[in-house]
């Protein structure tokens, strides 16, 4: 019995530490350095300019990413890995990522581990991970911390903050959205109602009804990031409810795009181009382009200034970017207008109204 | 509020409601037999998960969901020998030995998916099957009889599971493993042999669970269950391990998540209240779970490993 009792002893390590190894290479993408980027933002860690594995990195800037979803979960995380891939393609980088880390404490360790390894500058991607940023930051002065969406720097100097005026594409896609609608109620599918997630659906909201007071915009923040099927059911409850356009924004609206697409509604994507989605029915999507906010933050390390300094990505300055799918054949006019409409918010003559 | 009820509404609402309840139904009937045998199984939720990428990406690389629900079942199986192997033959802690197959199921099911698949890519998933004459009827055709053909197997195996349990020789025998695996044994029954097919037989349903909401919604994404296999743990506290009882909760957690997401659509709720009413079905549950904690107790042997020497 004694011995029967080791050997399970051993075998549930055993099968413990599998799951922990299982978990452990599932959520990061950082150390297998096998996906790189191919142009379709499908990468998940690209090692730019050295092995990576010393530590050393050479001249490289070694740039870490802490995010709570799948490198390619086609919206909030894959934006800002995508963007770190682009600003690879300009400049000498070594890139690693923790992607998955929808639950905080691990996010925490990943940041200080990253900290502690020596890299130049450690994003945490995730407006919920403010508290344990403000705790580690300090220990680590040398290192650079960015922080978002958020517009809070703690008032410490080796953090940046960088936000998005999401609802700036929102207003643009609302006015196309009201324009396409027939029935004349357009159904929008959010995750929890703060962050970019809201700006970006008050602004879809103010761009639709500014276009055409009659219309009805719904709208069902479903309270999580993650759960899809309930995502799906929104959309569901949407399209019973009269809605012949959907919207949404976060990383479980990829249930509701199919959704739009058996139902043949169309659907606006954010954060990243959501088109492999929905072929059919998607619109447009507002990609963010952090690459903007990123080449910021590091020209102020490249200077000397671990932080202190909130950038915010806007149409204006290229950090936002409405992207067409050619295949839905969006009416010309409407382009165009739409087009329009996004120049007077850059040029500041039209205004979301979003504060 | 009056917009709700609207017979459309209405209709609507229970028929999402009937819909959202099916993975974690599946998954609670399996668990329900299980947990009649004395052995909890945490790890439900990491068996959905594997289930779920197991039908997604075969039905990706087939093209047919019937396959991909085929090898979902069959994964399941395989993780129910696992499981059984650990708790019954190797007598690990049940609870324990759970978690472990949930943790390895959510790392393996991220790690395939980023290695084989990466982007999130719909799949055509299993459509709608409405049955003839019947989906004709009024309003109960919509509610009850115009779904795809994983709702009505989910609710079809509730009467079957219950006369398994309750009206022949090998629920006999389940029962009596559950309350007295002592006695049970002293009468000739295989106690570790019966638990055996009782692990892989929920696990095949947790398997199916998981095939049933990849099909539905047409996709794979890291962690898809977002905790349905907890949910249809709860369930089987809160059905006192009968199976009507447990798709009658299965339904009422269904029902109100679904009327829930109705409310907010259309309006009624928004804001801070939004946010506390999504947390109603969670409420409801712990609410039912204690008022049955009361009342009716759990298998007598449930959690304890069976050995005859000792």
Redesign the interface.
Known sequence: ?RK??R??TL??AL??A??????????D?GDDG??SDDG???S?TEPAGDDGDDGGGGDALRIAVVAP??????AFT?SMVDAVNAIGETRDIQFDVTD?T?VVEDAAAALRGYAEDGFDLVVAHGSQYGGPLQEIAPDFPDVSFAWGTAADTFGLPNVYAYTVRADEGGFVMGTIAAQLSESGVI?VVGP??VGDAKLYVDGFAAGATNQDPAVTV???????F?????A???A???V??GADVLTGSA??V??A??VA??SGVAWFGTQANQT???PDVVVASQVYHWEVVLADIIAGIDSGTLGGEVFIATLANGGLVIEYNDGFGLDDAVRTAADATAAGIADGSISTGIE | MSEFFTVSVLVATLAGGIRLATPFLLAALGETLGQRSGVLNLGVEGVMLIGAFAAYYTALETGSTVAGIAVAIGIGAVMGLIYAFLTVVMHAEQGISGIGIFLFGLGFTDLLFQKQVGTPLPIPGVGKAPIPILSDIPHLGEIFFDHNPLVYLAFLLVPIMWFVVNKTTFGLNVRAIGQTPEAADTLGVSVNLTRTFTIVIANCFAGLAGAALALEVGIFQQNLTAGQGFIAIALVYFGAWRMPWVMSGALLFGVVSSTVLQWKTLGIVSGPSSSLLAMAPAILTILVLVLVSRRVSAPAALTRPFDRAG
């Open positions: 019995m029967q009792s050997t399970f075998l549930l099968l413990a599998f799951a922990l190894l299982a978990a452990a290479c599932g959520s993408g096998a996906a379709d933002g499908t998940a979803s799948a490198s390619n979960d086609l894959q998955g929808f159904g929890v109602e719904n709208v069902n923040y479903i309270e999580s993650s759960d899809v099927a309930l799906a059911e929104a569901t409850a949407h019973g409810n990383q479980m990829v249930g795009t199919g697409t058996e492999a989605l929905g």
